[in-house]
């Protein structure tokens, strides 16, 4: 079975005012249109990225909601462009 995280991404997201926030990442979860979004933030320690939150999605469409959401609240997409 392969992971969650190496399917498709559809999206990603960075906070331009406020890199510590980490990135968003949306991938596609599964051959029936669901979708996972993970937020990742860079360990100080290590520079090892760590995914502290994860929301899934059972369509495209709340998954475009919650990106305009993200970019209503200042992060911006830098993929794809």
Not at 6 to 33: C, F, M
Not at 61 to 77: D, K, N
Request: with cysteine; net charge neutral; aromatic share 12%.
């Amino acid at each position: 079975m392969t992971a969650a995280h190496s399917n498709p991404k559809i999206a990603h997201l960075r906070h331009q005012s406020a890199t510590y926030r980490g990135e968003w990442n949306i991938h596609a979860t599964t051959v029936r249109d669901s979708f996972t979004a993970f937020h990742e933030v860079m360990q100080p320690d290590d520079g090892i990225p760590k995914v502290v939150e994860q929301i899934c999605f059972p369509s495209l469409h709340e998954a475009q909601s919650f990106t305009s959401y993200l970019i209503s609240h200042g992060w911006r997409r830098t993929w794809p462009l």
